[in-house]
């Protein structure tokens, strides 16, 4: 599953590639992947120009003049490569970033009059693309239930306090990951915050300091801003627009370093089970209130 960074990286590969675009035609033969009727992808996509791509929380919106926009999840193993004058790979790391398309795991296919094409590939077809007015798009289920930007201007310290405090009988890491109180935060930020400020992943929210919450809040907003300055893609399965494997994973403090040193302490990493998932903690530095 990619994480904010991650599809924010690939957003700011597309933006690059396919503003002025204008469709040719769209081919889909899996319903589920993408279930509009031919007739508005007809109507709504051929001959239209993309003007703009953007993300909320951990999914991409691609903007067409139509005022229509398409609506791309990658959920688990979604990728959207985009062949023309350069070759951009985005997503889930298969040979199909790099190899003849389409594939087998293609899904959707968009050509643009000037041939070049952006493919939607997902081998588990667990991903989805939708075609929508664009008026409507903030209101699918999934935004009107998704938290706030962690990185707009307008999320403040005090404002992520108040959110994490609705759930204060909670551990504070599955918080975090709750997307319907901060957008696209995932293990891998998660894990890196909580030691940033020095808090157990299982600590009851109710039980952390104000102040505590504070550095928390620094930690994970720092956190998400390196690792789109390194590209984003910290997991294993993600990879950046170009192709590469992101390099956040160089710089985790604890993410995957079980067994290894903390670098605040030295005390050996551990790696446990919070929120039903793997997470990754210095025993020292990190310690559970009583
Ligand atoms: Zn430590």
């Not at 999320?155 to 990951?177: E, G, P, W, Y």
Request: one cysteine or more; glycine letters at 6%.
């Amino acid at each position: 599953m990619p994480e904010l960074p991650e599809v924010e990286t690939i957003k700011i590969g597309l933006n690059r590639l396919l503003p002025g675009l204008k469709i040719k035609s769209v081919n889909h033969d899996w319903p589920k992947s993408f279930p509009n009727a031919p007739a508005d992808v007809k109507r709504f996509m051929v001959g239209a120009e993309v003007k703009n791509v953007r993300r909320r929380a951990k999914v991409l919106i691609i903007e067409l003049s139509t005022d229509y926009s398409l609506v791309v999840h990658l959920k688990m193993t979604g990728q959207l490569v985009f062949v023309g004058n350069e070759r951009f790979g985005a997503g889930h790391p298969t040979v199909d970033l790099v190899s003849e398309l389409p594939a087998k795991a293609t899904r959707v296919s968009i050509v643009f009059t000037n041939d070049s094409k952006l493919f939607f590939n997902d081998q588990r077809k667990f991903g989805w693309m939708r075609l929508l007015p664009s008026i409507e798009v903030p209101e699918i289920d999934f935004f009107k239930k998704v938290g706030p930007e962690p990185l707009e201007a307008d999320f403040t310290a005090k404002q992520f306090i108040q959110r994490v405090m609705r759930r204060k009988n909670s551990n504070i890491k599955s918080v975090l990951l709750d997307q319907t109180v901060i957008a696209g935060v995932g293990n891998i930020y998660a894990d890196e915050s909580l030691w940033a400020a020095k808090i157990h992943p299982a600590t009851v929210v109710a039980k952390i300091p104000k102040v505590k919450l504070e550095v928390l809040y620094k930690g994970l907003i720092d956190v998400l801003k390196l690792s789109i300055k390194k590209g984003g893609s910290t997991d294993k399965n993600y990879v950046d627009a170009e192709g590469k494997r992101g390099s956040y994973l160089t710089f985790a403090k604890v993410f995957r370093r079980n067994g290894q040193p903390c670098p605040r302490c030295g005390t050996t990493i551990e790696k446990t089970r919070v929120a039903g998932r793997g997470t990754h903690y210095c025993p020292v530095c990190q310690k559970l209130p009583r």
